[in-house]
């Protein structure tokens, strides 16, 4: 049952030797949709091998000519949105419009960064010695990186010897089920810019559209072996791939296995975002009809909210990447912190606005769609219950048919509930009240999670003051936790990440320094 799917190594489509294969479960029929290789240890020595090759020659390859190569595929990308898109919603039921959404934005992330490479990657730096006390001019460092002006010689001439960014070689990239396009592109746009190979391994739900995607790349050009994409099961490739002594940089997004591969990867540049419970700071003096909109945008979806006039906006603003998919974003809104005295004005518009949300299948393009696995359902029906147990007031009735959750707002949330600490990746969000702003932000710090937060006020001088203390890696004004735009910078502490992502500083991160010094006699 499923179409099978092959992986790509070589620059080829290949059966595995295993003779086996992983299953992916529509999330709506809950029937096996597709099939995809269960990949061998071996096959992931064999692709380490190829790219670690192909990437020789690639980091010596003009970075005018990386970069075509990369517009090349992101065309591309954007004329199979369709085709990709379907496997989104077959994959993970992602909702259609979504799905479309997600391969458009993933196809102007690989533009932006093949621009923002040429420019950061093409400039230089010239430091003479006596610039520092005590020297005298006798030492020039050239640390120059590819000359844009020479793309017509065709060649890197003068100053090619002196890098200032050099690649680090392999990267590994390891995506999410939640956007197993954009969040593959995001890792693999910057290596390759950057003069590195790339391993894929995509998340197993989700696998055929990251598989889609690097059939695009393919389409492109690329040379064999630079890019490959494996797939198979955590259990017998996972950690193979995450301490391959191959593997020069891993990106990695997605829940707590990012720690444990902290902890197991060798000593080697790690880009990860894990978790988020990202906290909705309500504060007295707040729009609450713009909290309330944007409480929904960001803890579950927002189509169909705003008035119609707002339309352009939301399409601006889908495309600026904050795409809704039942709280499975890890920069949902995952607690509202509500001042007391604004409490019933919020939860009663956030309802009005819950009420109007459209729940069903991914094809019929709703709002809340299956979550992507029944274990996460039962998961999140964990911590509803629990909540319900402790006394949580409940805004709608708990409604549950296989994998899809009816959204639930729970007021009352206390902090010895589970749901006001873990993270559900789903449609239920918890209202907690309080008294003081102050305790407020001892409740998001209290986290063990610091990705994003958001504050609801006029008064800027607060926002900045809250801002400042809440321990996140992005803080929100006015607005509900995002991602994107893809080329701002995107980083969370504690257990939500290590480093920061956004284009220009993945592409940064994905480089080395060397300098060369010219020593005068
Ligand atoms: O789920 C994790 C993503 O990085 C969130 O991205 O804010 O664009 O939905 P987003």
Redesign the pocket.
Known sequence: EGEVFKYYADGEWKTSSSGKSVPIINPTTRKTQYRVQACTQEEVNKVMELAKVAQKSWAKTPLWKRAELLHKAAAILKEHKHPIAECLVKEIAKPAKDAVSEVVRSGDLVSYCAEEGVRILGEGKFLVSDSFPGNERTKYCLTSKIVPKFREANIQRTFAAWFLKIPLGLVLAIP?F??PVN?AVSKIAPALIAGNSLVLKPPTQGAVAALHMVYCFHLAGFPKGLISCVTGKGSEIGDFLTMHPGVNCISF?GGDTGIAISKKAGMIPLQM?LGGKDACIVLEDADVDLAAANIVKGGFSYRQIFCPCFTFFLHLVNNL???PHNGQ???AVKVVLVMESVADTLVEKVNAKVAKLTVGPPEDDCDITPVVTESSANFIEGLVKDAKEKGATFCQEYRREGNLIWPLLLDHVRPDMRIAWEEPFGPVLPVIRINSVEEGIHHCNASNFGLQGCVFTKDINKAILISDAMETGTVQINSAP???PDHFPFQGIKDSGIGSQGITNSINMMTKMKSTVINLP
């Open positions: 999410p939640n956007y969040l997004t975002e990447g904050n795409l974003r890890c920069t995002a991602r994107g």
